[in-house]
């Protein structure tokens, strides 16, 4: 779970012909070019108990992801106001109390439900996936989570940083670990397992809340080649983000 160590311009038209001069160069109503549409905005938690690297890293994936995200950061458990506008909450990884870092979440756990619940998406990655749990944490997944390190016939039996294999959608791959959680869903649970671990157990799940989306992570999808050489680890499919941005679709639904 923790990881130590643009004015308006212009229409300008050259010489064309006058269907296309009508089409493509008239102005718009209000007499400015039409801008882009905005990005949509990601909002993290970067509040105590969160490593140095963990909310950087999801930001730079998320500006980099399809999207194109807008990336803002909380430093307190979020408000109704921090949230307004974005359309995605991000719980990174970080922390090593559970405990200790709900006692400075849990007065937000109802904004938090009431924004999924409205249509907003929830983004937990193994610390943050762990929250997304209900013993303590926002009580936003379909059942509950518990460590991977604890499963029955885990491969991985303690807290070191490591590469697991996973199946995602059935095919192999590898990720980064730390203690990350397992999920463990309801009977007929309305909910997508992405990935497993090796011992069939859930890594990787999005499930609906409302008119909203969850989508945690044990593994660390986010995790850039710092992390990597930080802890002299390889990874066999080399350091990629498409994992990452997977999920990140899924979780907004946009996919």
Known sequence: MTRQPLAPRPLLCGLVTAALLA???TPSPSGKERQPAERPLAVIYDGPQGCPDCAPSIAKVLRKAPQHYRVRYVKTAPK???LAGAMLYVQPGGGSDLERTWRDLKGSAGVVRTWVRNGGSYL???FGAYLAGRHPGFGLLP???NGYID???TTVPDGRDTVVPVKWKGKPRHMYFQDGPAFYLNEDADADVLAT???GDAA???APYGKGRVGVSGPHPEADESWYAEKGLHNPDGILFD???ELIEATTGRR
Do not use: Q
Request: glycine fraction near 12%.
């Open 243 to 245: 994992l990452a941005h």
């Open 143 to 145: 059942g509950d989570t």
């Open 23 to 25: 089409v493509g160069c």
């Open 80 to 82: 109704a106001s921090d």
């Open 197 to 199: 671990y090796p011992n």
């Open 124 to 126: 937990g990655l193994c």
């Open 151 to 153: 499963s029955p016939s």
């Open 204 to 206: 990787v799940v999005v």
